[in-house]
Every structure is written in structure tokens, then in C-alpha cells.
């Protein structure tokens, strides 16, 4: 139309803003931070860099003097106003993942994934109630699933401490956006997958595992095997989470993340080991701890996003696990 002015990109919405990420040296914000820093915004990290979480300063390579970095833990609510005033944009990272390190130690995972959301949110309200809120939830919420695909709707039923606290923290942040009018999106991210997760351990993921051990000329282990999953690569969980900052039609929504068509574990260790030209695995039963608090088969229905947001997974299962391979190929001893 003559006149008519040109369709904002989502690039952007960004360009020049104040961004806060809290935990922001972990895996998905790091790369969140990579992007926004590309386009333009002012980045602001914070990480407490504690050695069981998936901080890493080697996530913030070629970032150097680009980002400011605040070495600091969320459960200390009386640095957080510093953090939150005057930023435009928080995306709240910050979190404990392991299901079973919270079943050991379920005091942790309170403070971080229920109280500490609580006292963020307390620092917004107070100090920076214009903010816009992008907070990282999880599919462990909806326990074993009554049907598969898994929607919005499903009934909540978490199998551990961490998937309870973590829907305490999603209902804050829906809480004080319908009280206090802090603009929030909740988004419940499936097994996310990419350059920087934590492989280490199994604490973020067991794919991480996998991709070491691989790596390093050793069998890795599948449990079971025939559980499916969904996988969503980094790149396409930060477009999710971009998307659902800039727009309105998202405040105060919950939606699902998911992935290309679900594979069985087998098929996924198939896969991996197809992708990186070698390698082998071994076939095990499932732990009995770790069987208690497994979920079984599940993978997302992740349409409600696409309807309000136009998102949708671009990167296939082989992309990702080839990017991911490639990059840990180059820089497996930092994250060892």
C-alpha cells in the first residue's frame, strides 16, 4: 500500500536495547547472547559459574569486551535490582536442570528454580516494572504423558522436586504478569541440543554424554532405548525466545518448544554415530533411580507457537547433530 511503512524485522526490536540473560555463560544463553550481540543490543550476563551448572567462560569466545559479564548468583536478591533496572529485555535463564541432583539435594533446586524466580520478579516489579520477561521452563512439568504429542493443556503432573519447583517459577512469572503487569512468556523447552551444551556429564543432558564419549574413541551408553524424544537445536530455541520477546500476542502465554518428527533413543544413537562416520554404543537396562522419575515416550505438540508466533523447528535431527559434532570436534578440551 502507498504509505504503508515496511513490516519491522525481528532484528530490529533488538538493535540498541538493553538485554539482561541470567545465566548467561550456560549453554542457551550464551548462544542467545551471540545473536543479540550480532544485532546490535547492549548484553548483559549474569552467572554464578557454579561448577555443577553449565556455566562456561569458554561460551563467551569472541564475545570479550562485547557483553558485560557479572559473576554473580541469582540467589542473592539484593544485587538483582542493580541487574534488572533499566533493561528493556530478560530472558531468565537461570536454573538447576539435573532431575536427580534434585532429588539429592531438593533444598538447592528450591532456592534456585522457586525462590530465586520469586525474588527476580520481586526486583522487576519494584525497579523495572516496564520490563519484558522471556522465562525457560521445561516439559518435565507434564510428568508421563496422558497422549502423545503433548500440548499446553495437558495435565501437570511433575515426577520430581526439579519439574515442581520449575512450575513454581513459571507460575510466578504468570502471577505477577497478570498482577503486576511485568510482561512475561513462559517457554517449556524439550531436550535442547547444540555448540555449548554442557558434556561433561548428564547434568544438562545426556546427548552431551553421548557426544563425549563418542569423541573421545569410547562406547557410549543407551538406556533402554526404546523411549522417544523430540530434540529442539539451539539455534531454533533462541528464535523461539526472540520471537516471544518482541511480541505482544505473547505476554502472559505458555508455549511449547519441540523438534523434527521424534526418534527412540536407538534410532538416535544410530544416528549420532552415522553422522560422525564411527563409533559404537552399548545397550543397558535402566537405572531403577533414575527409572522412578523417568517420563517414558514424550514428545511436544508445539502448534500453539507456530499459530501465535509463526515459529516452527527449521534444523533437522542430522543438522544439528552434525553442527554440534563439528564444533566439539574443535573444542572438546574446554569443555571436558
Partial sequence: MPGSQ???????????????????????????????????????????????YGGNLRNLAGLQGRVHLNLSDVR????????????????????????????????????????????????????????????????????????????????????????????????????????????????????????????????????????????????????GGEQLRDFTYVDDCVEAMLLAASSDAAAGEVFNLGGPPPVSLLQLAELLVAVHGSGSFQMRAFPADRKKIDIGDFYADWTLIQRTLGWKPRTSLRSALARTLDFYRKELTHYL
Fill in 76 to 223: 542473592d536478591r539484593h544485587s538483582l535490582p542493580v541487574f534488572v533496572r533499566d533493561q528493556h529485555y530478560l530472558f531468565n535463564l537461570a536454573g538447576q536442570t539435573s532431575h536427580m541432583d534434585s532429588m539429592n539435594d531438593p533444598e538447592t533446586d528450591l532456592e534456585i528454580n522457586a525462590r530465586s524466580q520469586l525474588s527476580i520478579l520481586e526486583a522487576c516489579r519494584r525497579h523495572n516494572p516496564s520490563i519484558r520477561v522471556v522465562f525457560a521452563s521445561t516439559r518435565q512439568l507434564y510428568g508421563r504423558p496422558d497422549s502423545l504429542p503433548v500440548n499446553e493443556t495437558h495435565p501437570l503432573r511433575p515426577v520430581d522436586v526439579n519439574g515442581i519447583n520449575k512450575l513454581a517459577g513459571e507460575h510466578y512469572h504468570l502471577l505477577y504478569h497478570r498482577v503486576h503487569g511485568i510482561r512475561s512468556t513462559v517457554l517449556r523447552l524439550t531436550n535442547t541440543i547444540g555448540p555449548r551444551m554442557r558434556i561433561r556429564d548428564a547434568r544438562q543432558t545426556f546427548v552431551g554424554v553421548w557426544i563425549r564419549n563418542l569423541l573421545q574413541g569410547e562406547p557410549f551408553e543407551v538406556w
Fill in 6 to 52: 515496511p513490516k519491522p524485522t525481528l532484528r530490529s526490536h533488538f538493535a540498541g536495547r538493553r538485554v539482561l540473560i541470567t545465566g548467561g555463560l550456560g549453554f542457551i544463553g550464551s548462544n542467545l547472547a551471540r545473536r543479540l550481540v550480532r544485532w546490535g543490543a547492549q548484553v548483559t550476563l549474569v552467572d554464578s559459574l557454579i561448577p555443577e
